[in-house]
């Protein structure tokens, strides 16, 4: 809620406050309702009243020459008069910041005018407010690393509060809603909000938004092959890859306009943990890089899919650059390259379906990772399936990269690792 000090109409002479929420429709609905209907009712009643003609609303303070009206989500609303205080209810339904550049010039000159906005969290529609809400913590994030520090941070003309449950925090956990809720054992109870997560069991992203506070994201059609379901459940923001136990991969979109190189390490638990370890544009960087990642990480492998697929034009200039399939097949070394067949790519992908459902990778929730996981699709190969990049609807190269990492750690580690147990992997 960003502003400087303000003042409210029955306290000081000559302002004026404008209210807007979803539509004027809304504002109205509750300037009357609600702000009117409390002011009725108290001590206040007596130095005020209030005007309902359509265009004209407002709630006047004849006594001190203010008024509270209600304007429209529009590019002229509360143009005329100067501005005191400017309320902007219920933001996620805002698209973008007309309102807000439509108050501010009507504020210049007003000495302690102050803007406030409020909202739910919203969707990835709600353009205006999740820039707010970026915003807000990097200005609390300032104030953090300078008071770490030991400096003097500037203060902002901005106070930013935020009442937000991560994905990590259980929605149905009471500790999650008192932390989350400041209006719980006030207004509403745990009975209350447990009723509520009960009736949107259907879709409990609609609970997330308007209860936790948390943006909800467009749920992309499903496909039964892959379990998308279970991705954020494996989120695991300390995860890192060992480095006596890494594999890479390397994986192009289908219109070669990105590449990404992703790594599979054998964690002290058992788990695997997945990683996008670059993702550029293009193509020419990728065998480059993936020879420095050699050089550091010492890899049990270096995967990448077969000539058929878009990555396979990498292949030659891999070899080129002393990346190269095992002379021996019987006795691989550290760093070779292996080239996925079609059988070896199903059977990959097969594989961290299963992980998934079983729990047994862990990922630190990158976005081209995790969007791969939910616009990916699947086509048939003979009885069994493997990623289609045509039907997909994101690049999923971030996604068949860890997917041939995990195979080629999980093939080649026991091979050239005297001390790998494959059987941790299933634990």
Request: proline content about 7%.
């Given at each position: 809620?960003?502003?400087?000090?303000?003042?409210?109409?029955?306290?000081?002479?000559?302002?004026?406050?404008?209210?807007?929420?979803?539509?004027?429709?809304?504002?109205?609905?509750?300037?009357?309702?609600?702000?009117?209907?409390?002011?009725s009712?108290?001590?206040?009643?007596?130095?005020?009243?209030?005007?309902k003609?359509?265009?004209?609303?407002?709630i006047?303070?004849?006594?001190?020459?203010?008024?509270?009206?209600?304007?429209?989500?529009?590019?002229?609303?509360?143009?005329?008069?100067?501005?005191?205080?400017?309320?902007?209810?219920?933001?996620?339904?805002?698209?973008?910041?007309?309102?807000?550049?439509?108050?501010?010039?009507?504020?210049?000159?007003?000495?302690?005018?102050?803007?406030?906005?409020?909202?739910?969290?919203?969707?990835?529609?709600?353009?205006?407010?999740?820039?707010?809400?970026?915003?807000?913590?990097?200005?609390?994030?300032?104030?953090?690393?300078?008071?770490?520090?030991?400096?003097?941070?500037?203060?902002?003309?901005?106070?930013?509060?935020?009442?937000?449950?991560?994905?990590?925090?259980?929605?149905?956990?009471?500790?999650?809603?008192?932390?989350?809720?400041?209006?719980?054992?006030?207004?509403?109870?745990?009975?209350?909000?447990?009723?509520?997560?009960?009736?949107?069991?259907?879709?409990?992203?609609?609970?997330?938004?308007?209860?936790?506070?948390?943006?909800?994201?467009?749920?992309?059609?499903?496909?039964?092959?892959?379990?998308?379901?279970?991705?954020?459940?494996?989120?695991?923001?300390?995860?890192k890859?060992?480095?006596?136990?890494?594999a890479?991969?390397?994986?192009?979109?289908?219109?070669?306009?990105?590449?990404?190189?992703?790594?599979?390490?054998?964690?002290?638990?058992?788990?695997?943990?997945?990683?996008?370890?670059?993702?550029?544009?293009?193509?020419?960087?990728?065998?480059?890089?993936?020879?420095?990642?050699?050089?550091?990480?010492?890899?049990?492998?270096?995967?990448?899919?077969?000539?058929?697929?878009?990555?396979?034009?990498?292949?030659?200039?891999?070899?080129?650059?002393?990346?190269?399939?095992?002379?021996?097949?019987?006795r691989?070394?550290?760093?070779d390259?292996?080239?996925?067949?079609?059988?070896?790519?199903t059977?990959?992908?097969?594989?961290?379906?299963?992980a998934?459902?079983?729990?047994?990778?862990?990922?630190?929730?990158?976005?081209?990772l995790?969007a791969?996981?939910?616009?990916?699709?699947?086509?048939?190969?003979?009885?069994?399936?493997?990623?289609?990049?045509?039907?997909?609807?994101?690049?999923?190269?971030?996604?068949?990269?860890?997917?041939?990492?995990?195979?080629?750690?999980?093939i080649?580690?026991?091979q050239?690792?005297?001390?790998?147990?494959?059987?941790?992997?299933?634990?």
């Amino acid at each position: 809620m960003p502003g400087r000090a303000g003042s409210p109409c029955a306290g000081v002479p000559g302002q004026n406050i404008v209210y807007a929420a979803q539509t004027r429709n809304d504002a109205r609905k509750r300037w009357e309702d609600e702000f009117w209907e409390k002011i009725s009712s108290s001590s206040l009643a007596k130095y005020a009243r209030i005007r309902k003609s359509n265009g004209n609303e407002a709630i006047l303070w004849p006594g001190k020459r203010s008024r509270m009206g209600i304007t429209a989500n529009t590019e002229r609303a509360a143009h005329g008069p100067p501005l005191d205080l400017g309320f902007i209810d219920e933001a996620f339904a805002h698209e973008d910041d007309r309102l807000e550049q439509a108050f501010s010039p009507a504020m210049l000159t007003r000495p302690m005018a102050q803007l406030w906005w409020a909202s739910a969290g919203g969707t990835t529609k709600s353009v205006w407010l999740n820039k707010k809400r970026e915003t807000g913590r990097a200005l609390i994030e300032a104030l953090w690393e300078a008071l770490a520090e030991g400096t003097d941070a500037a203060r902002p003309s901005a106070a930013y509060f935020e009442w937000y449950a991560p994905e990590d925090m259980p929605r149905d956990d009471p500790a999650t809603w008192r932390a989350t809720l400041p209006a719980l054992g006030h207004t509403v109870t745990e009975e209350v909000i447990r009723s509520e997560l009960e009736k949107m069991t259907a879709d409990p992203s609609a609970f997330d938004r308007a209860y936790l506070n948390r943006t909800r994201k467009p749920t992309p059609p499903s496909d039964p092959n892959v379990p998308k379901g279970k991705w954020p459940g494996l989120t695991d923001a300390a995860s890192k890859p060992v480095a006596s136990s890494v594999a890479l991969a390397v994986d192009v979109s289908k219109d070669r306009s990105h590449t990404s190189i992703s790594a599979a390490s054998l964690r002290a638990d058992g788990t695997v943990h997945l990683e996008v370890v670059a993702r550029r544009p293009g193509t020419d960087w990728a065998v480059p890089a993936l020879v420095k990642l050699r050089d550091l990480w010492d890899p049990v492998a270096v995967a990448i899919a077969s000539s058929g697929a878009p990555a396979g034009s990498l292949i030659d200039d891999l070899v080129a650059a002393g990346v190269e399939p095992s002379k021996d097949k019987s006795r691989p070394q550290r760093g070779d390259l292996v080239v996925m067949r079609s059988g070896d790519i199903t059977e990959a992908c097969g594989q961290l379906a299963d992980a998934m459902n079983q729990g047994t990778v862990r990922h630190i929730d990158q976005v081209p990772l995790t969007a791969a996981v939910n616009g990916a699709r699947t086509r048939r190969n003979g009885d069994a399936w493997t990623l289609d990049r045509t039907a997909s609807l994101v690049d999923i190269s971030p996604l068949c990269a860890v997917t041939f990492a995990r195979w080629a750690l999980l093939i080649r580690g026991p091979q050239v690792e005297e001390d790998y147990d494959v059987s941790d992997s299933f634990a």
